[in-house]
């Protein structure tokens, strides 16, 4: 019988259960043209959404990484909670420059007074690449 590596086991072990530290796997994430597409099916309901955060004058967005439809349209959704500014500029972002990000939250009503649109409340964020300008 082979005798494993005690310190070796443990690390493989709590690996499998604090992998989820570094980000999300990509199968569990949704596209923000289907998000955009059946928001009032997902509101209130926990998501990993793929795009592209860009942090403009007013705020944080994240936008879609494509067109969803034949006019060219990119859809987007305001982000409101937990936006690490630092984090977002050590990855590349900058005013009107965005981040590939994976990012986890909920859709939601937003808190502030004038806004009609539903928001995506952010848990955690993951950046991907490089920065690209905000369409």
């Known amino acids: 019988m ?12 709590a690996g499998c259960f604090l992998g ?8 569990e994430s949704i596209s923000l043209c289907e ?9 209130n309901k926990t998501l990993v959404i793929r795009g592209v955060l860009v942090s403009h004058e007013h705020g944080a967005w994240l936008e879609a990484s ?3 439809d034949s006019e060219g349209s990119i859809p987007s959704l305001r982000l409101e909670g937990g936006i690490d500014f630092a984090s977002y500029m050590a990855a590349g972002g900058m ?6 990000a994976t ?6 009503k937003s808190n502030r007074p004038r806004a009609t649109e539903p928001v995506f409340w952010v848990g955690r964020v993951r950046y991907e ?3 690209r300008e905000s369409k």
């Open 2 to 13: 082979v005798r494993m590596n005690r310190p070796l086991l443990l690390m493989l072990v």
């Open 20 to 27: 989820s530290s570094r980000g999300y796997s990509d199968p």
């Open 35 to 43: 998000v955009r597409s059946h928001l009032a099916e997902y509101m």
């Open 66 to 68: 494509m067109s969803c």
């Open 95 to 100: 005013k009107g420059h965005g981040v590939s």
């Open 103 to 108: 990012v986890k939250g909920k859709v939601v």
């Open 129 to 131: 690449t490089a920065t």
